[in-house]
């Protein structure tokens, strides 16, 4: 456990000594337990073996960091953990191989890390302390031993992967995805830190709608910011959405039978807020991409889903890894802006088709 900053210099000089993608990172957050989660654990694992990382115990991670920025790590189902990182340190890897993207493209149809270790090597990962609160310290020892197992078998483990990518004549379409998921996480974040407000569902409110969930959203982070617990413990996503869609259409919204007395208080008063608004202080719609349709349109659209599933099944893979639906759309409304809009692997398996 390093928990200070002599012992993270040393391993720094470690670190730093491992060849270009021979490191693997997993990382642990208090999400379920806190209002605003903060990294915990960092799990590193490299040839020589795994160490475990305090960033709770050390003032300055300024080591990490810079090494982080220069680093091509592998890690699992990396974009929940990509977000952790910017948050904590404003920075992601140089290069992030991951190794549920491998899978997947290899036709893993189940593809998370317990399962693939299950796969290679008949191991069970406990899932004991999957929802555990990695910000208690000190750590309990089936903590630090849960903590170990997400990491020790996948350096092997994406050898194994990669030398089957290899082999099917994949690696290159392995290495283009890691390179499109890093920039995809990288806009994710930009686009979260803009508006947080902005849930799933959103998309589909008037600007009037808009401005009442913004106004609850608020109201909500301040109640889970009051007594330091994350914001699903106060009440859910699907009911800031029906709340806010009830107040869109002029109905009136009701706090939960199951709400504190002062706190349904609070909630009456955002709804007030939110009706003293002009509505020239509503939020902006974010436009979306709509593709106009003529006669053919829906045509084209199964024309290339088709195409894109004969593909698919050849290959045995899920067709959207191919090609979401959405791809599918633009393709059939701009075929030449769709299909230059994929990865030049997914393009090809259409255009060769």
């Known amino acids: ?38 990294l915990c654990l960092i799990q590193y694992a490299d040839a020589q073996g795994v160490l475990i990382i305090d960033p709770l115990a050390i003032e300055d991670m300024t080591l990490f960091k810079i090494w982080l920025e220069e680093a091509d790590v ?4 990396a974009d929940y953990d990509m977000s952790l990182l910017q948050n904590a340190y404003g920075v992601l890897p140089h290069m992030i191989l991951d190794t549920q993207i491998a899978a997947r493209l290899l036709g ?27 910000g208690i310290r000190p750590m309990p020892a089936d903590m630090k031993e ?26 290159d379409w392995f290495i283009e995805s890691c390179e ?12 979260a830190n803009q508006a947080p407000w902005r849930i799933k569902g ?49 109905r009136p919204v009701f706090p939960n039978n199951s709400m504190h007395h002062h706190r349904a208080l609070r909630f009456r008063k955002a709804v007030e807020r939110f009706h003293l608004m002009d509505e020239e202080e509503y939020p902006e719609i974010i436009k979306r991409t709509h593709h106009e349709s ?9 024309l290339w889903s088709a195409r894109r599933n004969a593909v698919a099944e050849e290959l045995a893979l899920e067709p959207s890894l191919i090609a979401t639906r959405s791809q599918i759309e633009s393709i059939a409304a701009h075929e030449d802006r769709g299909l230059a809009a994929l990865m030049n692997w997914q393009r090809n398996l259409l255009i060769r088709s």
Request: hydrophobic share 40%.
């Open 1 to 38: 456990m390093i928990s200070d900053s002599e012992a993270l210099f040393e391993w720094k000089v470690r670190a730093a000594a491992q060849p270009r993608g021979r490191v693997v990172l997993d990382l642990e957050a208090d999400s379920l337990h806190r209002h605003r989660e903060k």
């Open 294 to 302: 003529d006669a053919h349109f829906d045509s084209r659209v199964d």
């Open 74 to 77: 592998w890690m699992h189902g």
């Open 146 to 171: 849960y903590a170990q197992g997400d990491v020790k078998y996948m350096l092997e483990m994406a050898d194994k992967l990669v030398a089957e990518l290899r082999q099917a004549g994949r690696y």
């Open 108 to 134: 893993f149809q189940q593809f998370g890390l317990a399962a693939l270790v299950e796969h290679y090597y008949g191991v069970v990962l406990s899932k004991k302390n999957q929802r555990a609160n990695w």
């Open 202 to 250: 959103s998309g589909k409110l008037t600007r009037r709608g808009l401005a009442a969930l913004r106004s609850l959203w608020l109201w909500r982070d301040g109640e889970a910011a009051a007594i330091d617990r994350p914001a699903f413990v106060i009440c859910s996503n699907d009911e800031l959405i029906r709340w806010s869609t009830a107040l869109q259409e002029f």
């Open 180 to 191: 499109c998921n890093l920039q995809h996480g990288r806009d994710r974040h930009s686009t």
